[in-house]
Nanobody, 124 residues
């Protein structure tokens, strides 16, 4: 069992930056690939970024590539999402998720554990 708690969301102007954190309970954090998803009102949950168990490999959605950076600290059981050059279309609830499967995935249904989400609002 893994419990995930996100923090760091808020209101920011276009072009601004935020850093999201996701803290995980338990001693098995390093066994999970971690990812960030987001969901805007009236839209489906979409993949944002993923990081491998060791942190050596990352993947980004095209919409955030070059602006967002995912990282993790396995000693602190925490995954981060650094968001720069934010745009109004980045406004959403951001969720972190843990994947214990054998094959990397960007599909929400394949993730085993989810946080409660943190709101990010980018004003124009």
């Amino acid at each position: 069992q893994v419990q995930l708690v996100e923090s760091g969301g808020g209101l920011v102007q276009t072009g601004g930056s935020l850093r999201l954190s996701c803290s995980a309970s338990g001693r098995t954090f390093s066994r999970y690939r971690m990812a960030w998803f987001r969901q805007a009102p009236g839209k489906e949950r979409e993949f944002v970024s993923r990081i491998s168990r060791s942190g050596a490999a990352t993947l980004y959605a095209d919409s955030v590539k070059g602006r967002f950076t995912i990282s993790r600290d396995n000693d602190k059981n925490t995954v981060y999402l650094e968001m720069n050059s934010l745009k109004p279309e980045d406004t959403a609830v951001y969720y972190c998720a843990a994947d214990g499967g054998s094959v990397p995935t960007t599909l929400p249904r394949n993730y085993d554990y989810w946080g409660q989400g943190t709101q990010v609002t980018v004003s124009s």
